[in-house]
């Protein structure tokens, strides 16, 4: 009984995450190691909060975002149940009364309150991102992960040390910059493939 029990999740668990996949374009996508350590370090030097990461998916960034800021405010958004379900048990496992994770839809959500949008999108997310802030007139740092916002020129773009050479973007209250800047990632570390 108890292993049909576990198959029945399993398969439940799937299929929810399927449904979200298809219903969104896009399924919940973990940020590397490396860069999760830059983007990490980029939101240490913008130093503002309150910031939101737009689909926040299994937390692999808000979680050590929170716990390295106990003093930012954190809000995650996340609108496939499962992987936000494993996310908001995390958070209370390691007692991150900083964050906070709406199962929601981040289009539908108010943002601006935020100074700090964190996202790792695809093409058609950023396209929709970007209508949203110039609808709603957003002025907030932007990192954003793989994928540029189509009307904007990033202040920097950081090449991650990777096979793919994976962008970071950071766009900076709103510039919209005649030409982007490519950089050195912003700190040093001692894995000499960071």
């Given amino acids: 009984m108890l292993s049909l029990l576990v198959v029945a999740l399993t398969i439940l668990a799937a299929g929810s995450v399927l449904w979200f996949t298809f219903s969104l374009g896009i399924s919940p996508m973990p940020s590397s190691a490396k860069a999760r350590l830059h983007i990490l370090a980029l939101v240490g030097e913008i130093n503002a909060s309150p910031i939101a990461d737009l689909g926040s998916g299994w937390g692999s960034l808000v979680i050590p975002l929170a716990r390295r800021h106990p003093e930012f405010r954190v809000i995650g958004y996340e609108a496939s149940w499962i992987p936000w379900l ?109």
């Fill in 86 to 194: 494993f996310s908001f048990t995390l958070k209370h496992l390691l007692r991150l009364d900083n964050l906070t994770l709406e199962r929601r839809d981040f289009l539908q959500a108010d943002l601006s309150p935020y100074r700090v949008l964190l996202c790792y999108l695809f093409t058609t997310g950023m396209e929709r991102l970007d209508s949203k802030l110039a609808k709603d007139h957003l002025e907030a740092h932007i990192v954003s992960h793989t994928f540029a916002l189509p009307s904007r020129l990033p202040s920097t773009t950081i090449r991650i040390n990777d096979l793919y050479q994976t962008p970071i973007y950071h766009y900076r209250h709103g510039e919209n910059l005649p030409s982007p800047r490519t950089t050195s990632p912003p700190f040093r570390s001692s894995d000499p493939d960071a």
